[in-house]
C-alpha cells in the first residue's frame, strides 16, 4: 500500500518500545500528518494507552497490511454524553463488559500465624431508626471467604454503639481472636456494625475512583483546571511542545498545553525556573536573567525543612506567575482544563534550596473557598523529582494545612492514573500506621470509629472507608465488622515506612489560615 493513503483517522499497528525495550506492534490510530523536507511523519495515539506515550513516527514503523480506515458516515464521536472525546476501541469495551458482568470475589490476603493476635473494635455511627444490614450497598463489603451469618437473625442482634458508649464486654468476649483462613490465621481489628452512609461513601469514582470503568458520573466545572472533555478536538489531543528547558532540567511534555502559538514550532521552549516567564530563545532567557531579581517563587514560605521549602502564592496577587505556573503544570495534566482565572486560588509550591537558590520541584492548588471539603484542586510533581517520595510530600503537606484549618479534605476527582496511585498509597500508610500504633487499655482491645480515624488525619470519611475496602480490610463475621490485618499486610507496610524518608514536620509549619468569605480578603 502507498505511503499516500495512510490518512487521518486510520487505525493500524505501529512498531514501539516497550518497557523492558522489547519490540512491539499495539494497534494505533493516526491522528496528524505532516510532510518535513519531502519526508512524511505521523501522530500517532496508542489505542488504550496514555496520551503521554503519544509520538511522531516514521512510515517504516507503519504496519500497513492491517489497516483499518475510517468510516465516512460516522460523525463526531461522543462518549458518556462528552462531545468530541474519542470513542473506545471495541476490544476495550468487550473487556469492559466482561469486567462488569463476571467480576470475582475479592479474596483477602493469607498470612501466617501470629502467636498473640491484636484486635481492634471499629465502631460504626449508626441512627438508632436504621440497623445495617449486611449486604445492603450502603454498606462495607464483606470478604468472600469469611464466615458469613445469617443476615435476618444478625439484624436483629446489632447494636448501636455512639461515641460515648462502651462495647459491652459480652460482645468482645463472643468474638473470636483468630480466624482460620485457606490454610492460616490472620491477626483480627474486631468493628461493629456501620453507620448509614450514602453510596458514594463505598468507592464510587466520585469520592474514591474506584468505579469499574473509571468514568466520572459528570465533570466538574470549577478549579483552575477543571474536568472539562468538550474540548478535547484533534489540537489539543497532541502535544504542541517539544522541548522545555527548566532550569537545569529539561523536560519532554506529555499532553498539550496553551502557549502561544508562535512558540509551539520552536525546537526548545525555555522558562525561567524562578518566576516561570518562557521565552523563544537562549539569549533571550540569559537577558531576561539579568533582569529578574527573584531566587524563589513570589509569595510567603511557610515551611522550611533542611533544603525543602513551601511557598504560598496568592492567585490574585501574583497572577502571572500563577497562570505561568498552570500553563506549565498542564504540559503534563491531560485530565484537566486550563482556565486563567486564578483569582479564587491559592497555590503551593515545594522547592529545594541550593546555592542558586529555590528551584521548583512540583506544587498543588486548592481553592480559597470550597464548599465540597476540597483541600487539593491540582497537584503535580515535575518529572525529574518524580519517583523520590515528593509526591507523597506535597499530599501530606496539603493534609497538614487541613489540621491547621481544622477541616477534612479530599483531592478534587477525577485523578490521574498517577495521582490516583499516589493518594491511595498516602491513604493506605496513614491508615494502617494508626491502626498499628493503637495501645490496648486495661486488658481489652482497643477501639476506634471512622470518625476519629478522620479527625486524626484530616482524610475525609469516604477517602477512609475506601481505602479499608480496597486494602480488602472489612469482613462481616458473627455480626460485626472486623478489620483484618494479615502478617503480609503488616510486613508490606513496615517496609514501605522504612523507604519514606521525607516526611512533613508540623513544627516547622508557620501557617495562619484565613477566612476567605470575607471578600474584602482576596
Known amino acids: 500500500m502507498a505511503e499516500g493513503e495512510v490518512t487521518e483517522g486510520c487505525r493500524l499497528p505501529v512498531l514501539r518500545r516497550n518497557q523492558d525495550n522489547e519490540d512491539e506492534w499495539p494497534l494505533a490510530e493516526i491522528l496528524s ?122 439484624k436483629r442482634k446489632v447494636e448501636v454503639v455512639s ?187 515545594m522547592t529545594e534550596y541550593d546555592c542558586k537558590g529555590f528551584h521548583i520541584v512540583g506544587y498543588f492548588s486548592k481553592e480559597k473557598e470550597s464548599t465540597e471539603d476540597y483541600n487539593v484542586a491540582c497537584i503535580l510533581t515535575l518529572p525529574p523529582y518524580q519517583r523520590r517520595g515528593y509526591g507523597k510530600l506535597l499530599i501530606e503537606f496539603s493534609y497538614e494545612l487541613s489540621k491547621v484549618e481544622g477541616k477534612t479534605g479530599t483531592p478534587e476527582k477525577p485523578l490521574s492514573d498517577l495521582g490516583l496511585l499516589s493518594y491511595r498509597s498516602y491513604w493506605s500508610q496513614t491508615i494502617l500506621e494508626i491502626l498499628m500504633n493503637l495501645k490496648s487499655e486495661n486488658g481489652e482491645r482497643p477501639q476506634i470509629t471512622i470518625n476519629e480515624i478522620s479527625e486524626i488525619t484530616s482524610i475525609k470519611k469516604e477517602d477512609v472507608i475506601s481505602t479499608l475496602q480496597y486494602l480488602n480490610l472489612i469482613n462481616y463475621y458473627k455480626g460485626q465488622y472486623i478489620l483484618t490485618l494479615s502478617e503480609d499486610i503488616v510486613d508490606g507496610h513496615e517496609r514501605a515506612m522504612l523507604k519514606r524518608i521525607l516526611r512533613i514536620d508540623s513544627k516547622c509549619l508557620h501557617f495562619t489560615p484565613k477566612d476567605w468569605s470575607k471578600r474584602g480578603k482576596w
Open 163 to 349: 461515641p460515648a458508649t462502651p462495647v459491652p464486654a459480652s460482645t468482645e468476649t463472643t468474638q473470636a481472636s483468630v480466624f482460620p483462613q485457606n490454610g492460616s490465621a490472620r491477626r483480627a481489628v474486631a468493628a461493629q456494625p456501620g453507620r448509614k452512609r450514602k453510596s458514594n461513601c463505598l468507592g464510587t469514582d466520585e469520592d474514591s475512583q474506584d468505579s469499574s470503568d473509571g468514568i466520572p458520573s459528570a465533570p466538574r466545572m470549577t478549579g483552575s483546571l477543571v474536568s472539562d472533555r468538550s474540548h478535547d478536538d484533534i489540537i489539543t489531543r497532541m502535544k504542541n511542545i517539544e522541548c522545555i528547558e527548566l532550569g537545569r532540567h529539561r523536560l519532554k511534555p506529555w499532553y498539550f498545553s496553551p502557549y502561544p502559538q508562535e512558540l509551539t514550532t520552536l525546537p526548545v521552549l525555555y522558562l525561567c525556573e524562578f518566576c516561570l516567564k518562557y521565552v523563544k530563545s537562549l539569549k533571550c532567557l540569559q537577558r531576561h536573567l539579568t533582569k529578574c531579581d527573584l531566587r524563589h517563587p513570589p509569595g510567603n514560605e511557610i515551611y522550611r525543612k533542611g533544603t525543602i521549602s513551601f511557598f504560598e502564592i496568592d492567585g490574585r496577587k501574583n497572577k502571572s506567575y500563577s497562570q505561568n505556573l498552570c500553563l506549565l503544570a498542564k504540559c503534563f495534566l491531560d485530565h484537566k482544563t486550563l482556565y486563567y482565572d486564578t483569582d479564587p486560588f491559592l497555590f503551593y509550591v
Open 33 to 154: 500528518v505532516k510532510d518535513i523536507s519531502g519526508r512524511k511523519l505521523f501522530y500517532v495515539h496508542y489505542i488504550d494507552f496514555n496520551k503521554r506515550l503519544d509520538e511522531w513516527v516514521t512510515h517504516d514503523r507503519l504496519d500497513l497490511k492491517k489497516i483499518q480506515f475510517p468510516k465516512k458516515e460516522a460523525k463526531t464521536p461522543t462518549k458518556n454524553g462528552l462531545p468530541g472525546s474519542r470513542p473506545s476501541s471495541p476490544e476495550r469495551e468487550v473487556r469492559k463488559t466482561l469486567d462488569l458482568s463476571l467480576q470475582p470475589a475479592s479474596t483477602p490476603a493469607s498470612g501466617k500465624t501470629l502467636p498473640i493476635p491484636v484486635q481492634i473494635t471499629l465502631r460504626f455511627n449508626l441512627p438508632k431508626e436504621r440497623e445495617a444490614v449486611p449486604g445492603e450497598p450502603d454498606q462495607p463489603l464483606s470478604s468472600s471467604s469469611c464466615v458469613q451469618p445469617n443476615h435476618r437473625t444478625t
